[in-house]
């Protein structure tokens, strides 16, 4: 028996051994994982990038439905307008239609009634006015047209100006 407890000893001490060691490996693999668990700033880390991943992708979701509805959008104004431009037709058809023959000569006379004494009155001021007071009108319809921006911010602020004044004697 004892000799039988020898011839047993150095196998079982090796397989001791190689139990501890795997003891050993499994202990260090259970504090590695409860320090991994214990590490705040680390699981901070990784939630943060987790939810920067599901922010980009909503992001990106959000971005295509924006660009759906915003072509469909485009459809319908497309669509809408076509109708209202078809309907305007109509409309104008109609008043032609509707419209008797008589007036519309009329209007086509007075039209060109209008034409031709604008024509006329421009011929006489031409005429009539003297050469320097064109010249210095050209000029300065140069100058307006040159400086359009501020002649017409400052047409604005004096109408704006006459409003509140106006407002003023009638409040």
């Not at 150095?10 to 214990?38: M, N």
């Not at 979701?61 to 959008?73: D, F, M, R, S, V």
């Not at 669509?79 to 009329?106: F, I, S, W, Y």
């Amino acid at each position: 028996m004892n000799q039988h407890a020898q011839d047993d000893g150095p196998a079982h001490a090796d397989q001791l051994r190689a139990q501890v060691e795997r003891t050993r490996e499994e202990l260090g693999r259970t504090v590695e994982a409860l320090a991994a668990k214990a590490d705040v700033k680390e699981q901070a880390r990784e939630k943060a990038a987790e939810l920067k991943e599901q922010a980009t992708e909503k992001a990106a979701e959000l971005k295509e439905q924006a660009t759906e509805l915003k072509e469909q959008a485009a459809e319908k104004a497309a669509d809408l307008t076509g109708r209202l431009r078809e309907k305007a037709a109509h409309a104008a058809d109609l008043v032609k239609e509707k419209t008797p023959d008589p007036v519309l000569d009329k209007a086509d006379r007075t039209a060109a009634l209008v034409r031709d004494t604008a024509a006329h009155a421009g011929q006489l001021a031409a005429e009539k006015t003297p050469d320097r007071l064109r010249a210095k009108g050209a000029s300065v319809a140069g100058a307006a047209r040159a400086n359009r921006t501020p002649l017409l911010v400052g047409a604005a602020a004096l109408v704006l100006v006459a409003f509140l004044l106006r407002g003023r004697k009638h409040g």
